[in-house]
């Protein structure tokens, strides 16, 4: 579905932002862009506004348990003296603490 342009009072922008992408993403959305008839600016500005943002409550848990996985993970890789059973052990342990964070929502 091709998005419609508003016909409305020229509003001066006069501020810019910046964001990094890979030249391969730059080509896709110069492209998608085209394909609706609008430059680049008009396309993302479309897409902020129109994209719809799922928050999860307890999202910050969700983030510190699998911070605390790949924590316990680095140590374990670093350290050649862990065995398979200890590795086993901890993954379980923070995989328990996720698991139980998802059956309280």
Do not use: Q, W
Not at 35 to 47: A, C, F, K, P
Not at 52 to 69: F, P, Q
Not at 77 to 104: G, H, P, Q, T, W
């Amino acid at each position: 579905m091709r998005p419609k342009r508003k016909e409305s009072i020229k509003i001066a922008k006069d501020d810019v932002m910046s964001i990094r992408v890979t030249k391969e993403d730059k080509a896709k959305y110069l492209t998608e862009a085209a394909d609706y008839g609008m430059n680049l600016s008009e396309y993302v500005i479309y897409l902020l506004n129109h994209k719809a943002v799922n928050i999860v409550a307890g999202g910050s848990e969700i983030v510190k348990a699998m911070y605390d996985l790949n924590c316990t993970l680095n140590k374990s890789e670093a350290d050649s003296n862990v065995s398979v059973d200890e590795l086993r052990n901890s993954i379980s342990m923070c995989v328990s603490k996720m698991n139980d964070f998802y059956e309280n929502l």
